[in-house]
C-alpha cells in the first residue's frame, strides 16, 4: 500500500488503512477506556515496529492528511458510516477545487494550489460498494451508539473505474502535437514507438541496458534500480525478483517484495541476454579503470562509478530521452504497462504475463491489457470474421 513519492492516496488505500488499524477490535466495556479515533489510530501505527519503512511512511502521511483531520476527533465507539462517507466526499470537493484552480488562467490562482489535490479518491479498480465498506471500518463489530454493530454494511462509496492504459495512435498523437491533450492517465507506446525510444537511448550507454529490460520484461522500476547481479543468471536466462529500491520523498530504501507474487522469476529473451552480457563486459572494464574509486554495489545497472542510481535521476532521464526523441509522453510505469500490452499483442500466455508482472491473478492483468491495441482487436475481429467466410448457411 506505500506509496511513491508525491502520488496522492487513493480511497481504497485509505480504506485499507482504517481496516488494519480497527480490525479485530474487540467492544469496549468499560468507559474510561473509550479512545479518540485519532489517538486510537496513533498508538495502533507505534504498535507495529516490523512494518517496512515505506509502508510505515504511506500510513503516516494518510493517518496525518485525512484520517485524523475528518476522524481523529470522533469517540471510537461512536464512529458511524456517515463520518466515513463524509470524510470521502470533503476529501473529492478539494480536488475538485485544485483542479479548477490549476486551470484557471490567473497564475496567481495556479500557484495557489501548487503542491497537488488534497488526496485523489479515483481507484485503481472498480470494487462493490459493499466491500469497500467492508475495508473501510474493519471486519468485525465495532461499538455502535446503539450497541455492537457492524458499520461497515452501511458505508456508501461511488464505484469508479480502473484507469486502463490507452495507446499513443496516430490520431491522439496528432491530437496532442496539435494542442497538448492527453487522453488518459495511463499512456503506452505502440511498439513502433517503443522501438524508437530504445534505439535512441542507444546513445546513453548507462542507461539503455536497465530501459531495455523493463520495456522487454514488466519491471518495476525499483525492481530495476536495486537487482544484484547475484539474481541475474544469464547462462540459464533467467531473473530473480527480489529486492526492490523504494523512494520516500527523496531517500531511499532497499526492501524485499511487498508480496509472494512479487517474488517472481522472470525468462530474458535471446536478445536481452545479449545485452546484458554486453553490458556486463563494459561495466568490468569501467570497474578495472576506475580501480579503488569503484563502488562495489554488486548492482546490474549502476552509475559511471559503480554507485547505484536514484529511482528520481532513473525517472528524469526517461523523460528527457522519450522527448529527445520526439515521442508523445507516457511514465517510465508506463513502459512497464507497454511491456505487458507488447506481450499480450504477441500471443503470449496471460498466465505467463501475470506472472511476470508480479499480478495477483490473470484476471487483472487480462482486464487491464488485453484491448490496449487496436490493431490486435482490429486482427482478432477480421480472424473471427473469416471462420465464416465460404461457411454454408443452413436453410431454415
Not at 458511524?80 to 483542479?99: D, G, P, S
Not at 507488447?342 to 484476471?363: I, M, N, P, W, Y
Request: overall charge positive; hydrophobic content about 40%; aromatic content about 6%.
Amino acid at each position: 500500500m506505500a506509496l511513491a513519492s508525491g502520488e496522492a492516496a487513493t480511497e481504497v488505500q485509505i480504506a485499507d488503512l482504517i481496516q488494519a488499524s480497527l480490525k479485530g477490535r474487540r467492544p469496549l466495556p468499560e468507559v474510561e477506556e473509550v479512545r479518540m479515533v485519532g489517538e486510537w489510530l496513533r498508538q495502533w501505527l507505534d504498535g507495529k515496529p516490523d512494518l517496512a519503512e515505506g509502508t510505515r511512511a504511506s500510513y503516516d502521511g494518510h493517518i496525518r492528511k485525512y484520517l485524523i483531520p475528518h476522524l481523529g476527533r470522533i469517540r471510537l465507539d461512536r464512529l458511524q458510516a456517515r463520518h466515513v462517507e463524509a470524510m470521502f466526499a470533503a476529501v473529492e470537493e478539494a480536488n475538485v477545487h485544485v483542479l479548477e484552480c490549476r486551470e484557471s488562467s490567473d497564475p496567481q490562482v495556479r500557484r495557489s494550489v501548487r503542491g497537488g489535490a488534497a488526496g485523489d479518491l479515483s481507484t485503481d479498480r472498480a470494487p462493490d460498494p459493499g466491500h469497500v465498506a467492508q475495508r473501510v471500518v474493519g471486519r468485525g463489530p465495532l461499538p455502535g451508539p446503539t450497541g455492537v454493530v457492524n458499520i461497515a454494511s452501511h458505508v456508501r462509496l461511488p464505484s469508479c473505474p480502473r484507469k486502463r492504459p490507452l495507446v499513443w495512435t496516430t490520431g491522439r498523437v496528432r491530437q496532442w502535437e496539435k494542442d497538448g491533450t492527453v487522453p488518459g492517465e495511463v499512456m503506452v507506446w505502440t511498439p513502433e514507438q517503443t522501438r524508437t525510444f530504445l534505439t535512441h537511448a542507444r546513445r546513453y550507454t548507462w542507461l539503455f541496458p536497465m530501459f531495455h529490460l523493463i520495456a522487454l520484461k514488466c519491471l518495476r522500476r525499483g525492481e530495476a534500480v536495486g537487482l544484484p547481479w547475484g539474481n541475474t543468471r544469464l547462462v540459464d536466462g533467467r531473473i530473480d525478483i527480489r529486492v526492490r529500491v523504494v523512494q520516500l520523498a527523496w531517500e531511499t530504501i532497499t526492501s524485499t517484495p511487498k508480496s509472494t507474487v512479487g517474488r517472481r522469476t522472470i525468462t530474458l529473451d535471446s536478445d536481452t541476454i545479449k545485452i546484458l552480457r554486453g553490458w556486463k563486459r563494459f561495466q568490468n572494464e569501467a570497474r578495472l579503470q576506475a580501480g579503488k574509486n569503484w563502488n562495489r554495489t554488486g548492482l546490474v545497472f549502476t552509475r559511471q562509478d559503480g554507485t547505484g542510481w536514484h529511482p528520481g535521476q532513473v525517472s528524469d532521464w526517461f523523460c528527457r530521452i522519450a522527448k529527445a526523441a520526439g515521442l508523445p509522453p507516457i511514465t517510465l510505469h508506463g513502459l512497464r504497462h507497454g511491456a505487458a500490452s507488447l506481450a499480450l499483442a504477441a500471443g503470449t500466455d496471460v498466465k505467463v504475463v501475470s506472472a511476470e508482472q508480479g499480478h495477483a491473478t490473470t484476471h487483472f492483468t487480462q482486464d487491464t491489457y488485453q484491448t490496449v491495441y487496436p490493431d490486435v482487436a482490429k486482427a482478432a475481429a477480421e480472424a473471427t470474421a473469416a471462420l465464416l467466410r465460404g461457411t454454408p448457411i443452413s436453410a431454415g
